[in-house]
């Protein structure tokens, strides 16, 4: 007799989301994520003192104006959560299509919130599942985003007898089917509305002592940025790189997003073109901030036309990425029988 090949599983991951558009709801999803020491770093005095404005004054003023925005993007649940289990379906199609009959299995998870992280990967171990491909939907690598689930998967191991044989995707942003997807999403954008005077791309923010001790995010976010600029030949000039969802009192990585749609709106740019390229789904920070709250920003200022280019989401091409991802991180699982799932 042959031994059964070890279970195995696709993980994507997303950042997290609140359950509900209600203030608890909102209360316990920040609180989760703004104390990992990976979000806002600090030890000693310094982790004390943030204990205090966090439970004291972020969580008892920020949960209620939150709630209230989430409620204006909420369809029966979050935006991103729908959003992460259409990819998960979708790509779990891709898979028995190009693997009839042993095709691994697809789970969606968070960082923070639920379907939470560390508790997927203990139904997964329960379940038989041996060896597990996490694939964080960051294109750009971050400590502050990518990291987090490093030491969630890590921490399992650490109280886990029989290990995952497991994989762990860095980065994409620079990936040809990434810049592909993006570039064909801005061309869709300009066929249906016209071409903008100005393509902006709009990265989400670190502050910027985490890039001087070296955190690669920014450096990344430019290189997709101008990767993508010569896809869609726009020339230097035409297009720029910000950085968007700046928080608390210290500097953040430059150019911000809100202050750059100001300026080129008082500069007489009539039109521009916005796309997150950080963000594989849609989600409150493209859907209220970019697409509503920098339109605004932009139109009151002297701009005329304002198009927000939507997230990857679960377009054909995205999940091709995926699918394609998959294959080159863990394609020796993939060879006929290897994945085990029949």
Partial sequence: MTQRQPKT????????????????????YLGEFLWDRRVIEGSGPRRALWWVILNLIILRVRPGKVAKLYASIWEQDSPMRK??????AALQLALQQRYPGHSPDVFSAMTYGSPGLAQRLKELHGDGYRRV????????????STAPVFDKVA??????????????????????????????????????????????????????????????????????????????GVADN?????????FGP?????PYTDETLERLGKEGVKSIDVLSPAFSADC???????????????????????????????RPDHIALLLQLVEEQAGHWLQSGDAGNE
């Fill in 238 to 246: 035409d297009y720029l790189a910000t950085f968007q969802s700046r």
């Fill in 155 to 232: 921490r399992f191991q650490l109280e886990t007898r029989d290990l995952f044989d497991v994989r762990i995707l860095k980065d994409y942003h620079d990936h040809p089917l990434y810049i592909g997807a993006l570039a064909q999403s801005v061309r869709e954008q300009w066929h249906a509305q016209g071409r903008g005077d100005k393509l902006l791309l709009s990265f989400h923010g670190i502050p910027k002592a985490y890039y001087e001790q070296g955190d690669p995010y920014p450096d990344q976010c430019r290189t997709t940025a101008r990767l993508l600029a010569e896809a869609l």
């Fill in 9 to 28: 599983a696709i993980l994507l991951v997303n950042l997290g989301t609140p359950d509900q558009p209600t203030p608890a709801a909102v209360r316990r």
């Fill in 133 to 144: 491909l996490v694939m964080p939907l960051y294109p750009q690598y971050s400590a502050t």
């Fill in 83 to 88: 959003i992460l289990n259409q990819q998960v």
């Fill in 250 to 254: 210290a500097e953040w990585v430059k």
């Fill in 284 to 314: 409150l920070e493209t859907l209220e901030e970019i697409a509503e709250e920098n339109r605004e920003v932009f139109l009151k200022a002297g701009g005329k036309q304002y198009h927000y280019v939507p997230a990857l989401n679960a």
